[in-house]
């Protein structure tokens, strides 16, 4: 079994990233190296998000994230504060891990 941090760092990390980038581009028409600037990674990576060249477990991680949560953030990361990056993956890895352990204490 994963531990929690393996599964933020395969799962809910990439997830976040994937939805902040799809939004960033779409909604925002930011452009990839404005977006790998933000989020921290690689241009390349952002192509491959957009591209939807991504996991099919990622893709089922981020269809589990909190839209609201996210949401609430994107502006402020839009203008370029990255730290509201970071803020989204702690709250989705507690929230997304409480999910999961509740789900593992009822087997």
């Given at each position: 079994?994963?531990?929690?941090?393996?599964?933020?760092?395969?799962?809910?990390?990439?997830a976040v990233r994937l939805y902040i980038a799809k939004t960033l581009n779409?909604?925002?028409k930011m452009k990839q190296e404005n977006i790998a600037g933000?989020?921290?990674v690689a241009q390349a990576a952002v192509s491959k998000y957009l591209a939807g060249k991504y996991s099919?477990?990622?893709?089922?991680?981020?269809?589990?994230?909190?839209?609201d949560i996210l949401?609430?953030?994107?502006?402020?990361?839009?203008e370029g504060k990255r730290e509201y990056v970071n803020v989204c993956i702690c709250e989705?890895?507690?929230?997304?891990?409480?999910?999961?352990?509740?789900l593992n204490s009822t087997a």
């Open positions: 079994m994963a531990t929690v941090y393996e599964t933020a760092q395969k799962e809910i990390i990439p779409e909604q925002y933000i989020l921290g099919e477990k990622i893709k089922k991680t981020e269809n589990m994230l909190s839209k949401n609430r953030y994107l502006p402020k990361i839009a989705m890895c507690q929230l997304l891990n409480s999910f999961k352990c509740s």
